[in-house]
C-alpha cells in the first residue's frame, strides 16, 4: 500500500509542528487548536510532550500539518 496521498507519512510530529510554527507562529496556531501548550508559555519539548500524551490534541496537529502541506507548492524536479 503506498502512502502517496498522505502529507504526514514519514514526517515526525516535532517536524510537523516546526513547520506549524514556522508557518503559523504560536498565536496563530493557538487561535487554529485551542490548547494551552499553544497559548500559554508555548516551547516545542512541552508542546510535543503533551501532543505525544493526548491523541485527540496529536489527530488536531496533524490535520492541520495536511491542509497546510497540501496548500503548499510541489516541489519541481
Known sequence: MTQANNPGHGITLEAMLNALVAHYGWEE???RIAIRCFLVDPNI???????RRTPWA????ETLYAKY???QP????
Open 58 to 61: 496529536r489527530e488536531k496537529v
Open 74 to 77: 510541489k516541489p519541481t524536479a
Open 69 to 71: 502541506a497540501r496548500s
Open 29 to 31: 496556531l493557538g487561535r
Open 45 to 51: 519539548k512541552s508542546s510535543l510532550t503533551f501532543l
